[in-house]
């Protein structure tokens, strides 16, 4: 089979890029203590380029400065300070000496319900557009996520127990669990159960639209190729757009125009700002899937009025915390792709972005069969860095797949550092150079200078 439809160039905007496949956006859980990205972010993403992608979607980098911004329990990834921006020069110069790979910065206005306390500030709540917390409904987890909720906690019943109980006994179950986690655990109780969010005022709300508009300017000046808004998975952005989390009754509140004010003020804001040809998308959940949530008739509207509004791709998702076993990172493969048609009609047929492979067959006939443009790899892109050079030589039997187990993803809730069961060098990237460290551009200068250098006197 020789793949050839995922070796196809294709243009996003005025960016030309050179396969259809990318690293689809996953906070690795690697920024220094302080949030900011540093030489473990830069090897990270230089590995993959290495490894052939044509295009790397960053993690989700926060562009709130402000403490309730509600990110500090899990890996924040802030870029919020100019002090720090010299890291992504540097890794950008570094990604696109991989045979031109190209790299988009995924840039968040904050997480909203699903985030945490300051740690300076632990008694200072999340904006969301309502004061409504979220709620885990265990009985949504997948498989996968059993063995690391028993890595955390090994009282923990097995899930066909859990997802036999009734609303009461699930109720019970649950509260218990609470109380024993907030005392052993406050941190981690945040994540699990949430906190009653602070209702934003409009002029905060605005003022995260304008801000927004300038942090993405910023991205593009530190060559970043595109910036793709993150507006999925249950995060403030999403809170807005969702009638489970949002109950204003202003102008960001009720109807879906409404909803969407927030979204599409940023992608208006910022479109203006960086000018009509630049690489400027938007990455959504095709449903919540969640009684109540918004759902993918909405969300096409949603899309079609991001492209109104400016927005020249799309990346799809599904879910958000309050499912996220069946939703945003399911056990198998190929799940996302149903929305993709849906997104590309929407749009008047704009580039479209769906994750979710580890196959390279399922990922080629997503492409072939116009379903998508282009397919990205999340957890696959972990266990494998080299998927898609590996795809083009041939040798897909070297893949080393993704078994689903959900390390990568549990380290971060729990705030280790990255872990793959199946790839020891994932999240340590920075210690193994001789992986991803040999672009010739880069080689051949350094020789060079080597060269002059060899002839300085002795000392
Ligand atoms: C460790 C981890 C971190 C993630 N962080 C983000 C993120 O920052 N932004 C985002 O939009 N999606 C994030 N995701 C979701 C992925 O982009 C992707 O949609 C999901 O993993 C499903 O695709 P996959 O089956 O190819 O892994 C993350 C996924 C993982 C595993």
């Known amino acids: ?150 890595r955390i906690n090994p009282m923990m019943p097995d899930l066909e127990l859990i997802k036999g109980m009734n609303d009461e006994e699930y109720r019970a179950f649950s509260q218990a669990g609470r109380e024993v986690m907030a005392r052993e655990n406050p941190e981690l109780c945040h994540v699990f159960y949430g906190d009653t969010p602070r209702e934003l005022t409009v002029a905060e709300i605005v ?84 009684p109540g949530g918004i759902g993918n008739e909405e969300i096409k509207q949603v899309v079609s009025w991001c492209r109104d509004a400016g927005a020249n791709f799309f990346d799809v998702s599904q879910g958000s915390y309050e499912n996220p076993g069946a939703a945003f990172a399911p056990d198998g493969e190929n799940e996302f792709t149903r929305w993709a048609p849906g997104f590309k009609e929407a749009s008047g047929g704009l580039p479209v972005i769906t994750p979710n492979f580890v196959t390279p067959a399922v990922a080629e006939h997503a492409v072939t069969s116009g379903q998508t443009d ?4 999340g ?18 039997d070297d893949i080393v797949k993704c078994v689903r187990c959900q390390e990568c993803y549990m380290n971060l809730i729990i705030s280790h550092w990255l872990e793959c069961t199946m790839n020891p060098t994932a999240g340590r990237e920075k210690l193994y150079p001789e992986l991803w460290l040999d672009t010739p551009s880069l080689e051949k200068k350094v020789n060079l200078f080597k060269q002059k250098a060899s002839k300085l006197p002795q000392i």
Not at 384 to 392: E, G, H, M, T
Request: with cysteine; glycine share 8%.
């Open 1 to 150: 089979m020789s793949y050839s439809a995922l070796f196809e160039p294709i243009e996003i905007g005025n960016v030309k890029i050179k396969n259809r496949i990318a690293m689809a956006p996953m906070n690795p859980g690697l920024t220094g203590p302080n949030g900011y990205h540093w030489d473990a972010n830069t090897a990270w993403y230089a590995m993959r380029a290495r490894g052939g992608f044509g295009l790397i979607l960053t993690e989700c980098c926060v562009m709130n400065p402000h403490r309730w911004q509600g990110s500090e329990v899990l890996n924040p990834s802030l870029f919020t300070d100019y002090r720090y921006y010299r890291f992504h020069s540097e890794m950008v110069k570094l990604v696109h000496r991989y045979n031109g790979c190209k790299i988009f910065m995924q840039l968040s206005p904050g997480w909203g319900r699903q985030g945490h306390p300051h740690v300076e500030s632990p008694d200072c709540p999340a904006g969301g557009p309502s004061a409504i917390p979220l709620e885990i409904d265990m009985r949504n987890l997948t498989k996968g996520w059993e063995k690391q909720m028993k």
């Open 374 to 377: 282009m397919i990205s790899l």
């Open 379 to 396: 957890r696959q892109a972990i266990a494998d860095p080299f998927w898609p050079a590996k795809v083009k030589e041939g040798r897909v």
């Open 207 to 290: 003022d995260l639209e304008d801000r927004f508009a300038l942090r993405a300017f910023d991205a593009f000046n530190l060559e970043y190729d595109g910036v793709e808004v993150h507006a999925p998975h249950g995060y403030l952005i999403h809170s807005f757009l969702s009638p489970r989390s949002n109950q204003r009754h202003d102008e960001y509140g009720g109807s879906l125009e409404n909803r969407a004010r927030f979204l599409l003020n940023i992608v208006e804001k910022t479109r203006k700002k960086i000018g009509p040809d630049k690489a400027f998308g938007v990455r959504l959940s095709g449903d919540e899937l969640m």
